[in-house]
């Protein structure tokens, strides 16, 4: 039994069972990886997927055991690199963080720079994508901590914590006729053409919600991922705008304004996740605590330890 034999098993359930896919990811040629899957089958005396001739089309009973505990093995594994490089006194290595657009835009800078003021010898790599997507690079291994909202805490393979809370904001020109009413009503907007996030970016299930709870439709004339984009068509005219908070505090386009919109739609939460069961480097729980100082080491440390 080797490494390569489990990283081949655990991406041909990853892959949706294309062989071609996991040669590519492992390096490696599609003979080869279903040697490896076979000698292990072989060595442990069960057949770990389920075949159409040469194709796997599934995992059996037994291999879904198998699955686990090959997922638990690879990530010690990884756990002892790590630990061995922290307790060799290493300062340096590639924090993966994995974020929305308007975490990366908004909230991230100052923490990135006063991070990499404290560890020059750490680079970052940012990678921006949709909520579910991140769940799935953290669990995966590709990146060390995810960044989002609320969905983060849906993922049983992920330990996730509360960071802090925002609203949603409405974005008009500074002219138009909702600027000037004292407390803007959900009717109110529903009466105009809105823009606002793709459907699971940026709090947008809370927007949805309100107008469902409260039975009023809506004309959603156009969508984005990033507040700037929804921002620029708003001073076009297509609409009216509802974005994040932290979008416009300090990056407000010209010759628009911001209104309120805390008391129609529920607060948002951004949370932080790492993987169950993960070793976190001494530079990770610093860029933590770094973007949550409401969070303590020891919070993390005792998540950590009660999810494994």
Not at 24 to 35: D, E, I, K
Not at 105 to 110: A, C, E, G, M, Q
């Amino acid at each position: 039994m080797n490494f390569q034999q489990l990283r081949s098993v655990r991406e041909a359930a990853r892959r949706g069972y294309n062989l071609t896919e996991v040669a590519n990811v492992l390096f490696t040629s599609q003979p080869g990886v279903s040697r490896q899957i076979r000698e292990l089958e072989e060595e442990l005396g069960v057949e770990i997927f389920e075949r159409n001739g040469k194709r796997l089309t599934g995992l059996t009973d037994p291999g879904r055991g198998i699955l686990q505990i090959i997922e638990r093995l690879l990530l010690e594994a990884e756990n002892l690199r790590q630990a061995s490089r922290e307790y060799a006194g290493e300062r340096s290595g590639t924090l993966a963080v994995a974020t929305t657009h308007t975490q990366a835009r908004y909230v991230l800078p100052k923490v990135v720079q006063a991070f990499r003021s404290a560890f020059p010898d750490v680079r970052i790599a940012l990678q921006q994508s949709s909520p579910e997507h991140i769940a799935e690079w953290v669990i995966s291994g590709k990146a060390d901590v995810g960044i989002a909202t609320e969905g983060l805490s849906q993922f049983e393979d992920l330990v996730s914590f509360p960071c802090y809370s925002w609203s949603h904001m409405i974005v008009v020109p500074e002219d138009h006729s909702l600027a000037s009413l004292r407390t803007v009503t959900l009717q109110d907007l529903a009466e105009h053409p809105l823009i606002t996030y793709d459907v699971g970016f940026t709090g947008r299930g809370h927007i949805d919600d309100a107008f469902a709870q409260a039975e009023t439709s809506t004309d959603i004339v156009l969508t984005a991922m990033d507040s700037d984009v929804i921002q620029q068509y708003v001073s076009l005219g297509l609409g009216v705008g509802i974005v994040a908070s932290m979008a416009v505090e300090n990056n407000l386009a010209p010759g628009l304004r911001a209104i309120d919109a805390s008391h129609l739609f529920a607060a948002n939460v951004t949370r932080l996740a790492v993987r169950r069961g993960a070793y976190l480097r001494a530079y990770t729980y610093e860029f933590i605590l770094r973007f949550a100082p409401g969070l303590k080491r020891s919070d993390i440390e005792t998540a950590l330890s009660a999810a494994g």
